[in-house]
């Protein structure tokens, strides 16, 4: 079983809709990432969290809302958005640089249809 | 900027057999790690083996161990006698230590024939 939960695994909503993915961790990472992954690409990474805070977002579109209410929660608020962004969409934590174990846990992601 | 490169999108291998999966990278910073992760079709990015630049031996996790090159900047995946559920997509990806970022490379498809 993965340390990392992401739900829902899928997600069908339309154009106009509003959604929420979800993300929880309990291994006391302190950065969290969102990675969007279209089919046969690798994954690209969207927003960094780290102690809760934004530090790094790459250039996402605002339809993309990234929050951390707290250190184990992750969530991507969804709103107006368009059948490309249809694509698996994962959810990552580590440690900080300069701790042990520096790894990127992985969850199972969330499959978002845009119709 | 870093970059990391898979120049092979997909591999054969027979089941029991070894293979190499290749990857090359190109960064400035002195301080980086080197992961390679496997994705069945599932989605799940599955952690497979880590190398810091300054680990003096090759990572070696089970079956699969990396063969680091610093100087060619290549870290090549090898999965020891091959089973048919090592089917799956294989990043490699890097983090450079001044950024908190994972990077991958596009990944090589690897199928195992019984």
């Known amino acids: 079983d993965t340390e990392v939960t992401q739900t829902p695994k899928h997600l069908v909503m339309g154009m106009t809709n509003k959604k929420s993915l979800k993300c929880e961790q309990h291994?006391?990472?302190?950065?969290m990432y969102w990675y969007k992954q279209k089919a046969k690409k690798p994954p690209e990474l969207m927003f960094v969290?780290?102690?809760?805070?934004?530090?790094i977002n790459e250039s996402v579109p605002s339809r993309f809302s990234p929050e951390c209410p707290n250190s184990s929660l992750l969530n991507l608020h969804l709103h107006a958005l368009q059948p490309e962004d249809s694509a698996l969409y994962l959810c990552?934590?580590?440690?900080?640089?300069?701790?042990?174990?520096?790894?990127?846990?992985f969850g199972s992601g969330t499959r978002l249809t845009v119709v | 900027a870093q970059k990391i490169t898979q120049t092979q999108p997909g591999m054969f291998v027979q089941e029991k057999e070894a293979v190499t999966l290749d990857c090359t990278y190109d960064?400035?910073?002195?301080?980086?790690?080197l992961f390679w992760y496997k994705q069945p079709s599932s989605g799940e990015m599955i952690f497979l083996i880590y190398?810091?630049?300054?680990?003096?031996q090759n990572a070696t996790e089970g079956r699969y161990s990396l063969n680091f090159q610093k100087a060619r900047k290549s870290a090549n995946l090898v999965i020891s006698a091959s089973q048919l559920g090592d089917s799956a997509m294989y990043f490699c990806?890097?983090?450079?230590?001044?950024?908190?970022?994972?990077?991958f490379g596009a990944g090589t498809r690897l199928a195992v024939h019984p």
């Open positions: 990552a934590s580590s440690q900080r640089q300069g701790e042990t174990n520096y790894g990127y846990t």
């Open positions: 291994m006391g990472h302190r950065a």
């Open positions: 969290y780290s102690y809760e805070k934004l530090s």
């Open positions: 960064t400035s910073d002195p301080s980086y790690g």
């Open positions: 190398q810091g630049s300054y680990d003096q």
């Open positions: 990806a890097m983090r450079e230590d001044g950024y908190n970022k994972l990077i």
